[in-house]
């Protein structure tokens, strides 16, 4: 029994140092890309009732020298479990303002932020700092956020979101619908915006329960004040639907694919009069 077991163990070790040694091989590419200048954006809009464009959202994307494109659901975990995640996330959030202040229109950008960048507590300097450097108007800020920041650190992160409100920047609580979706968070909480999860887009067509979920949610966000993005449209249809239930903002692949830095700032000045 003890060699069999042992026998099992080593067999199962091998493949647990395989995998660790994987994920450090790609942590310290992924540093390595981040310090060489490897690491780019693309840009998603985001769009109002009438198909104008509102704001857009940063994307932060890798093209790996020798595997390709790898996605940030693959490398952004990694940064987490790293500590790079810090670095990585004030390089989106410089490269994403100073490009939205070249930008022939007034549109606003959205940056995704990690509960790693609350935990460590100078997030507010930071956005101050990247503000100042990149001369872009807090009010066109807005920090996509997710409902595990709300729910670990309370106390401090309600400070912390008062004071990012205080600079006049705006907070979205992205993938609405995913995670405990405690109703409390919405009025505890400054939020601006809430993101609906594409689950629940592509459920509609479908399922009834998902469309009358999407329909009370923009009731009860409307009554607090909350305006409502559905993402993860991916069809025009979807967008009716969507707009007929009182979505405030639509996003997803029927509008718009996310486009590459080299793109965005043509598009805006031809689309974006917002
Ligand atoms: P997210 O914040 O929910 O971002 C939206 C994701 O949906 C993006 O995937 C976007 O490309 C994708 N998407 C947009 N429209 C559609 C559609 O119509 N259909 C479908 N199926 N997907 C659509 P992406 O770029 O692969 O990013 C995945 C996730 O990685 C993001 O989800 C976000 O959680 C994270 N992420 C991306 N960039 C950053 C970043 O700069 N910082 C941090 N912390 N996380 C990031
Ligand atoms: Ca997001
Ligand atoms: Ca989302
Ligand atoms: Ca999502």
Sequence with gaps: ???????????????????????????????????????????????????????????VRWNHPERGPIPPSEFIPIAEQSGLIIPLSRWVLHTACAAAAEWQSSCRIAVNLSPAQFIRGDLLATVMTVLEETGLAA?????????????????????TLKQLRGLGVSLVLDDFGTGYSSLSYLHRFPLNKLKVDRSFVQRMGA??????????????????????????????????????EGCDTFQGYALSRPLPASQIARYMRDHGKA
């Excluded at 009010?139 to 400070?159: P, Y």
């Excluded at 993860?232 to 009716?240: A, I, N, S, Y």
């Design 139 to 159: 009010e066109r800020l807005e920090l996509e956020i997710t409902e595990g920041v709300l729910m670990d650190n309370t106390e401090r992160t309600l400070e």
């Design 207 to 244: 399922d009834p329960s998902a469309r009358a979920i999407i329909s009370a949610v923009v009731a009860m966000s409307h009554s607090l004040s909350l305006a409502v993005t559905a993402e993860g449209v991916e069809t025009l249809d979807q967008f009716e639907l969507l707009r007929a």
């Design 1 to 59: 029994a003890k060699h069999n077991g042992r026998g099992w163990y080593s067999l199962f070790e091998t493949g647990m140092d395989q995998s660790i040694s994987a994920r450090h091989a790609l942590e310290t590419e992924l540093r390595a890309a981040l310090a060489a200048d490897g690491l780019a954006l693309a840009f998603q809009p985001l769009f109002g009732p009438d198909r104008e464009i509102t704001s857009c959202e940063a994307l």
